[in-house]
C-alpha cells in the first residue's frame, strides 16, 4: 500500500513538476495574491478528477474519439497565443501598474483562465489519463485505489506549494521593470507552447 502511494505521489508530482502554462498562471496569480486559494483549489480538484478517470479506464474514450485530442490541442494553442499576447501587451503598456495583494481581476475570470489551460491541454490528459492510468494497472485492489490517492495528494502539494510560495518572489517584483520581465517570459513561454501543442498535433 506504501509503495503504491509513493509511486503515485512521485510519478504524478515528476509530471507536473515542469514549467507548463497553467504552472506559469499559478505562479503568477500568487505572486499577485489574486484568489490563490481558489484558483489553486480548482487545479488540484481537475486533477484529482483526470487522474481518478485515468485509473477507472476512462482513457478509453479516445479510441471511440480519436479526433479529441487534435481538437483539444488546437483549441489550447489559440488560447495559449491569445494569453501569450496579452501578457506581452501588458508589459508593452507604459503606464503598467503593480497591483500586489489587489483583487483585480474577478474571481470567475481567474477560474475560467485556469480552466482553459487545464482542459484544454491535451498534454494533461496523456498524463493524467494516459500514463498514470497506465501505471496505475501494474496495482489492484486496495493498491491501486493507494496509487491514485498518492497521485492526487501530490497534486495538492505541489499547487497549493506553488501558489502560496510564489509570494515569497513579491519583494523581487516591487517594480514595473521587475513585472514587465515577468510578464515577458511568461508570454514567451505561452507561445512556445502554442507552437510545441502545433507541432505535437
Given at each position: 500500500?506504501?509503495?503504491?502511494?509513493l509511486t503515485g505521489f512521485a510519478?504524478?508530482?515528476?509530471?507536473?513538476?515542469?514549467?507548463?502554462?497553467?504552472?506559469?498562471?499559478?505562479?503568477?496569480?500568487?505572486?499577485?495574491?489574486?484568489?490563490?486559494?481558489?484558483?489553486?483549489?480548482?487545479?488540484?480538484?481537475?486533477?484529482?478528477?483526470?487522474?481518478?478517470?485515468?485509473?477507472?479506464?476512462?482513457?478509453?474514450?479516445?479510441?471511440?474519439?480519436?479526433?479529441?485530442?487534435?481538437?483539444?490541442?488546437?483549441?489550447?494553442?489559440?488560447?495559449?497565443?491569445?494569453?501569450?499576447?496579452?501578457?506581452?501587451?501588458?508589459?508593452?503598456?507604459?503606464?503598467?501598474?503593480?497591483?500586489?495583494?489587489?483583487?483585480?481581476?474577478?474571481?470567475?475570470?481567474?477560474?475560467?483562465?485556469?480552466?482553459?489551460?487545464?482542459?484544454l491541454n491535451p498534454h494533461v490528459?496523456?498524463?493524467?489519463?494516459?500514463?498514470?492510468?497506465?501505471?496505475?494497472?501494474?496495482?489492484?485492489?486496495?493498491?491501486?485505489?493507494?496509487?491514485?490517492?498518492?497521485?492526487?495528494?501530490?497534486?495538492?502539494?505541489?499547487?497549493?506549494s506553488l501558489g502560496y510560495g510564489?509570494?515569497?518572489?513579491?519583494?523581487?517584483?516591487?517594480?514595473?521593470?521587475?513585472?514587465?520581465?515577468?510578464?515577458?517570459?511568461?508570454?514567451?513561454?505561452?507561445?512556445?507552447?502554442?507552437?510545441?501543442?502545433?507541432?505535437?498535433?
Amino acid at each position: 500500500m506504501i509503495t503504491a502511494w509513493l509511486t503515485g505521489f512521485a510519478t504524478a508530482f515528476s509530471l507536473i513538476l515542469a514549467i507548463g502554462a497553467q504552472n506559469a498562471f499559478v505562479l503568477r496569480q500568487g505572486i499577485l495574491r489574486q484568489h490563490v486559494f481558489w484558483l489553486v483549489l480548482f487545479c488540484a480538484l481537475s486533477d484529482a478528477i483526470l487522474i481518478t478517470a485515468g485509473v477507472l479506464g476512462f482513457g478509453a474514450l479516445v479510441n471511440y474519439w480519436p479526433n479529441l485530442p487534435t481538437i483539444l490541442g488546437y483549441a489550447g494553442a489559440a488560447f495559449l497565443v491569445v494569453y501569450g499576447s496579452m501578457r506581452f501587451w501588458g508589459a508593452w503598456q507604459s503606464d503598467y501598474v503593480i497591483e500586489l495583494g489587489a483583487n483585480a481581476n474577478k474571481l470567475w475570470r481567474v477560474i475560467a483562465i485556469a480552466a482553459a489551460f487545464t482542459w484544454l491541454n491535451p498534454h494533461v490528459y496523456l498524463d493524467t489519463v494516459g500514463l498514470l492510468g497506465a501505471i496505475s494497472t501494474n496495482f489492484v485492489g486496495e493498491a491501486k485505489t493507494a496509487f491514485a490517492f498518492g497521485a492526487i495528494t501530490s497534486s495538492f502539494v505541489f499547487f497549493f506549494s506553488l501558489g502560496y510560495g510564489a509570494r515569497f518572489l513579491s519583494p523581487l517584483l516591487q517594480s514595473e521593470r521587475a513585472w514587465r520581465i515577468l510578464d515577458i517570459m511568461i508570454g514567451s513561454i505561452m507561445w512556445w507552447l502554442a507552437f510545441a501543442l502545433v507541432i505535437y498535433l
